[in-house]
């Protein structure tokens, strides 16, 4: 069993940044692939950014050289820092996790994914 905690989100103006933290507890092991999804009313839930056991890491074209996932190994921490906001990138953002192999860009990415956070809403307003 794994828990997620995210926080972190708010209101903010188009161009203006936020920094999502997501905090794993219980059975943490080093093998976790730790992912950003979002979701936005009406639409299906989307990966936003991975980052593997290794520390590599993926984010969709959408949010690429503006989003950027980074993790404090030491506390179980997984960053998502989010600057140059959109309008569009309003949407309710979750923490996910599974083991490996690590997924992102394919179809369906968020049903491989067994462990989930609570969730927390990110407003970009123009």
């Known amino acids: 069993q794994v828990q997620l905690v995210e926080s972190g989100g708010g209101s903010v103006q188009a161009g203006g940044s936020l920094r999502l933290s997501c905090v794993a507890s219980?059975?943490?092991?080093?093998?976790?692939?730790m992912a950003w999804f979002r979701q936005a009313p009406g639409k299906e839930r989307e990966g936003v950014a991975l980052?593997?056991?290794?520390?590599?890491?993926t984010h969709v074209d959408s949010v690429e050289g503006r989003f950027t996932v980074s993790k404090d190994n030491a506390q179980n921490i997984v960053y998502l820092q989010m600057n140059s906001l959109k309008p569009e990138d309003t949407a309710i953002y979750y923490c996910?996790?599974?083991?490996?192999?690590?997924?992102?860009?394919?179809?369906?990415?968020?049903?491989?994914?067994?462990?989930w956070g609570q969730g927390t809403q990110v407003t970009v307003s123009s």
């Open positions: 996910a996790t599974k083991s490996r192999p690590c997924w992102l860009l394919v179809p369906k990415a968020a049903s491989y994914y067994k462990y």
């Open positions: 219980g059975n943490t092991d080093s093998d976790l692939c």
């Open positions: 980052i593997e056991p290794d520390g590599s890491t």
